[in-house]
């Protein structure tokens, strides 16, 4: 499996996003004005568009590139679908939940198979969860310390509104799909959509 390795915050910088978004609480002023004393092309802006998106979520070219084709079929616009498409996945849900500091320690502990999707255990970090979905941790992973800790520390973070969040029970149900209007980060998805149109 290919594994992403670049320096986070550098990769933060270079997009334009901060630190935060990643669950990483590291303040740096710099990421705010990035490549600002650069022209950027159009097709460059939509490149960055995209590489952000695949950045935030861990997702690689080729199953980003089959998301994009999922959002294109469904009903609405492309890009608001292909948000709703990467929030929806499971690895994106135990992060949103608050069990998990980082999506990438999320997708590792979905992977080792933490987590139970209405009762079932699911190991596959891009699992698509729908509206009703129930998503818990197993029982013999509540009695962890290291998921206590975990959610002192990310006690302070938004629960999203579209997750209706049990912090007790470490459960989640899933009230509607997410939309872009629920995300905590500046994204424009057109930008991707005309990307993959040329």
Sequence with gaps: M???????????????????????DKTSKKHLNANTRKKVSEYGMQLKEKQKLKFIYGVLEKPFHHYFELASKMEGQAGNNLITVLESRLDNIAFRMGLALTRREARQLVTHGH???????????????????????????????????????TNGRNTPLWLDINKEQFSAKVVRMPSIEDI????????????YSK
């Design 184 to 195: 905590d980060y500046e994204v424009a998805p057109h930008l991707i959509v005309e990307l």
């Design 115 to 153: 987590f139970l999707v209405n009762g079932k255990k699911v190991d596959i970090p891009s699992y698509r969860v729908k509206a009703g979905d129930v998503v818990s941790l197993r029982d013999k992973s509540k009695s962890s310390t290291k998921f206590k800790d975990v959610v002192e520390q």
């Design 2 to 24: 290919a594994v992403n390795r670049d320096p986070i915050l550098k990769r933060c910088r270079y997009l334009g996003i901060s630190p935060t978004v990643v669950g990483i």
